[in-house]
């Protein structure tokens, strides 16, 4: 199992004449943990169903394995399905059947596999999230918490690409949310799949992804490395992640002119320091760090001094070493090839790392 690189450009979504968003572009590279934030009502599921081909966008390109999910056949789109694995908000388990039958569902449904086979694949996917033993029971006998790792098992069993996560910490404490993140984290280490998860949960945002993004006022504010928009003075991106009621946003989503232009002279808060991101616990390196941190200091030197500084502050010193980063740049950025990722926002058409950017 490993992960895709997803490629969205230009993608527009309206339901009648509701625009929910419009000229979305992005790249998710492969085998990377990012994030999609949001108020609510922006559209964040909708484009995870956009992602799938449960919905259908009016303009723009998911190009998955040089295949266009918009525009391809409906038996294609079919095969490229068998790529995804989905945790829905609640599980979304079948409460006559019990964890087990749950589990092995999609391998019933897509596979000729025996049952001795289904059995030791269930066992594992099970064993990974931590649900061994518990096989027999119904979704209606457990907690919230273990019905979304029951549904993350059977996410995994078709040993999937890319995995999508609509809102895994909702209805969850902040404990259990903790623990499933780390879950998550250890989960991809051992995978390597591409995970895409949209939460509100703020710890989740600032701890757990590589990558992140913000959907706000029907576009996509903002999509690049973590330390880019944890360190970002743009009002959308700093107010959201930092929860504060000063900002752009309001309560119903999106302020009237006159009332964001008389905040517009608001003084920002300090921003609170970079936490670190969450590491696996169970001793497997995670193959995507090493890319990603491949891909982000080659682009080093074009990214706001902030963020500079703080990617800088994160790298031990072997990696300070071999990658000549000495201070708040590279010494040798221009020598290295950085890995290329060929989609992006308006303004930035020919950028090499995955960031989109628009002004509302």
């Known amino acids: 199992m490993s992960g895709v690189e997803v490629t969205v450009e230009g993608l527009s979504k309206s339901f009648g004449r509701a625009n929910i968003w419009s000229d979305v572009t992005l790249t998710l590279p492969p085998g990377e ?14 484009f995870l169903k956009c992602l799938i081909g449960l919905l259908k966008p009016e303009r723009g390109k998911i190009v998955i394995h040089d295949t266009d999910l918009v525009r391809t056949s409906e038996s294609k789109l079919y095969e490229i399905r068998k790529l995804f694995g989905v945790l829905f908000q609640d599980g979304a388990l079948f409460g006559s059947m019990n964890l087990y039958d749950n589990v092995a569902f999609p391998l019933r449904e897509h596979t000729k596999k025996s049952e001795s086979q289904i059995r030791d694949i269930v066992a594992e996917k099970m ?23 029951a549904g993350l098992a059977r996410a995994l069993v078709l040993d999937p690409e890319i995995i999508l996560f609509d809102e895994p910490d909702s209805g969850l404490d902040p404990v259990r949310t903790a623990y499933l993140n780390q879950l998550i984290v250890d989960l991809n280490a051992q995978t390597d799949s591409t995970f895409l998860i949209v939460t509100h949960d703020i710890n989740t945002a600032q701890t757990l992804p590589d990558n992140m993004g913000i959907m706000y006022h029907r576009h996509l504010a903002m999509f690049g490395p973590r330390e880019l928009l944890l360190t970002s003075e743009d009002p959308v991106v700093s107010q959201f992640l930092n929860g504060r009621r000063e900002g752009p ?15 517009g002279d608001t003084e920002q808060a300090e921003l609170p320091p970079l936490q670190p991101q969450l590491k696996p616990l169970n001793g497997v390196e995670r193959k995507a760090a090493g890319r990603r941190l491949e891909r982000v200091i080659g682009t080093l030197q074009t990214l706001p001094e902030r963020a500079q500084q703080a990617i800088t502050e994160s790298l031990t010193d072997d990696e300070r070493r071999r990658y000549g980063v000495n201070g708040g740049a590279p010494e040798r950025a221009q020598a290295r090839s950085p890995v290329a990722m060929p989609v992006v926002g308006h303004e930035q058409r020919h950028s090499r790392w995955p960031f989109s950017r628009e002004r509302s």
């Open 127 to 149: 064993d990974m999230v931590g649900l061994g033993g518990d096989e027999t029971k119904l979704p209606g006998e457990i907690s919230g918490g273990m019905r979304k790792r």
């Open 249 to 263: 946003i309001g309560m119903s989503e999106e302020k009237d002119t006159d009332e964001r232009a008389a905040e």
């Open 33 to 46: 943990i990012s994030v999609l934030l949001g108020p609510s009502g922006t559209g964040k599921s909708v």
